[in-house]
């Protein structure tokens, strides 16, 4: 391992500082659970490394009826699996997060790391992009808003300039009949790397008898997590009935541009597909379930604050 400076820094100033002043020869360690990893096997040689930790304001989840939910980067995997904000109003990402890697890793990796290392298999990353969220990326003099699908340029590439770190993830809040799942497929549990995931968030009528919006989101099926339009585009509009979704899970497959095990994972992105839609529309009665319960308990600890 190469020698190199490490600076734990205590403000989103400092830290751009000094990403303004190295550029691409300084590192960020947040959780450290793949630079240190790197760093031992020599895949990056900084001169700089920047513990950005202790940073105020970048770690915690926040909720707001109307608006949507705000994620701080430097929040745990463990945090985001074991919240109860999140598992009250976003319940498809806590679920995604308790699926990467062992409990060990999931209390220290960051969901900030796990988008910034753009692994087209990372477990929070299809979730995030099904939702439409983004991610605000800051440098020293300038501000900037993203997709979080705009975030994965290549495998282990992200479109974060070099004097760029994110400071806030954002989720727009929910419409009425709306349903979202998220399917892992790997050899073990506990190995933090699919071999595919499939992410679905659906809208329907409130007979839940059309499709009115539908996003699909295939990750380790290329070198980013991808949607597959054409099935999307299939979905709007149609009645739901098994044969629109077995018809969905095929285009998706067609989109799949897997470079190993090719037939393989197309047959597994059809079948993936097909299941995390079902799932995603079962979702729908329970989230309606999960807001009136919510509205319920609000309305009780309001009359119990007032008497």
């Not at 991808?226 to 739901?240: F, M, Q, S, T």
């Amino acid at each position: 391992m190469r020698n190199f400076e490490y600076v734990k820094v205590k403000s989103i100033e400092e830290a751009t500082q000094l990403l303004t002043e190295y550029g691409e020869k300084a590192h960020l360690l947040a959780g450290g659970t793949d630079i240190l990893v790197k760093l031992k096997q020599r895949q990056i040689a900084p001169e700089l490394l920047i513990d950005i930790k202790g940073i105020l304001g970048l770690r915690g989840v926040e909720y707001e009826d109307g608006k949507g939910m705000k994620i701080g980067p430097l929040t745990t995997i463990r945090e985001i699996e074991r919240s109860s904000l999140i598992q009250a109003h976003l319940p498809v990402l806590a679920y995604a997060a308790s699926l990467l890697g062992s409990v060990q890793v999931r209390h220290r990796a960051t969901i900030g790391g796990n988008l910034c290392n753009a692994l087209p298999s990372a477990d929070t990353g299809p979730c995030l992009i099904g939702m439409g969220a983004r991610v605000v990326a800051v440098s020293l003099h300038r501000k900037r808003s993203l997709l979080v699908e705009e975030l994965f340029v290549g495998t282990g590439r992200n479109s974060l300039r070099s004097d760029e770190l994110l400071s806030l993830i954002e989720i727009p809040a929910w419409p009425e009949y709306m349903g979202a799942a998220y399917i892992k497929h790997a050899v073990k549990r506990a190995v933090d790397v699919a071999l595919l995931c499939v992410a679905a968030v659906v809208v329907t009528d409130p007979m839940k008898e059309f499709f009115k919006d539908a996003r699909i989101v295939l990750g380790g099926v290329a070198s980013v997590p991808i949607r597959p339009e054409g099935a999307e585009d299939y979905l709007r509009g149609r009645r739901v009935e098994d044969e629109t979704i077995e018809r969905a899970g095929e285009l998706a497959s067609e989109a799949a541009r897997p470079r190993t095990s090719v037939e393989y994972k197309r047959e597994m992105v059809k079948v993936l597909t097909r299941r995390v839609m079902r799932q995603a529309l079962e979702g729908i009665s329970k989230d309606r379930q999960r807001r009136e319960g919510n509205e319920a308990a609000d309305k009780a600890e309001g009359e119990r604050r007032r008497g």
